[in-house]
């Protein structure tokens, strides 16, 4: 999955000073900020900026000795443009373990961005001592960053997988499992069973977690896990207006790998088809 980068490790060490050849990564309105260069599309460096004003930088992590820093500042040049964060997954020409930390980087700069101004009192905030918090140098509210939890469930019949798509225009266009986000006061349990009932109408039974993974482009925690139905008839609303265009029994031998392992969904695929879950 996007975040197995082993052998490479992310560590952390406020006491760097920016080099050139560090990443910046910086966010505007929910997207990331690319360099394009020819024909190909990077994450920008501290040298691509002339004259950038080191104080607007702020040191995130290492991974080997490439360092990350995030701007706060909305940053570009005619040679950069700002992009869906979902991009950083699919730049291929560099090692996963780059974009993953990039797409780490870019949940915090996402996160700094909309908290800076204070949700209690409407003051600027500031950065605090810890190594992401804010502080409201107002109220002295800390701020610490925010993880949605999500779940997503393999629902099994037999030698069957419930595959949906959905239904909103510009979706994610490959099929999916049933997944969705944990309201407040709920369980991941009742979480399963209240979005297989209000995606495909089905009961499920004998819940088992599977693995849970780090998801920066929804600012979200994943976390996997395998039901059994219980009772077979699926029911979408069919009038265009709800969340999935289609929920279908798929046997393992008719599954399609329509998208790589980076995602948890995809794994939990694979690993149906393979017979392994």
């Not at 950069?80 to 700069?109: N, V, W």
């Not at 204070?118 to 409201?136: I, S």
């Not at 798509?165 to 991941?188: C, D, I, N, P, Q």
Request: charged content about 25%.
């Amino acid at each position: 999955m996007f975040q197995e980068i082993d052998p490479h490790k992310i560590s952390f060490n406020e006491t760097r000073e920016p080099a050139s050849n560090d990443y910046v990564v910086s966010v505007k309105y929910g997207k990331v900020l690319f360099k394009k260069t020819n024909d190909e599309i990077d994450i920008p460096l501290i040298s691509d900026f002339e004259g950038i004003d080191l104080k607007d930088l702020k040191y995130i992590m290492t991974v080997e000795k490439s360092n990350f820093y995030i701007s706060v500042e909305h940053i570009s040049l005619p040679d950069m443009e700002y992009g869906k964060l979902l991009g950083l997954l699919h730049l291929d020409s560099i090692p996963q373990e780059i974009r993953f930390a990039a797409s780490t980087c870019a949940h915090l700069a996402t996160w700094y961005e909309d908290n800076k101004l204070c949700g209690r009192c409407g003051t600027l905030t500031q950065y605090g001592k810890e190594r992401n918090e804010l502080v409201c140098p107002n109220c002295g509210r800390h701020i610490f960053p925010t993880i949605a939890p999500v779940v997503i469930v393999g629902i099994t019949n037999g030698d069957k997988l419930m595959l949906t798509r959905y239904a909103a225009k510009g979706a994610y266009a490959h099929h999916s499992l049933v997944a969705g986000f944990v309201e407040v006061g709920e369980t991941l349990e009742d979480a399963i069973r209240r979005e297989a009932c209000e995606e495909t109408g089905l009961k499920v039974k004998n819940i088992r977690y599977f693995a849970s993974q780090p998801w920066a482009f929804s600012s979200a925690l994943l976390m996997g896990f395998w039901a059994e139905a219980d009772g077979t008839e699926v029911h979408i609303n069919a009038d265009g207006k709800g969340e999935l265009a289609t929920a279908e029994w798929i046997s393992r031998d008719d599954i399609k790998m329509e998208s790589d392992e980076s995602s948890l969904t995809w794994t939990m695929i694979k690993r149906f088809k393979d017979n392994e879950k």
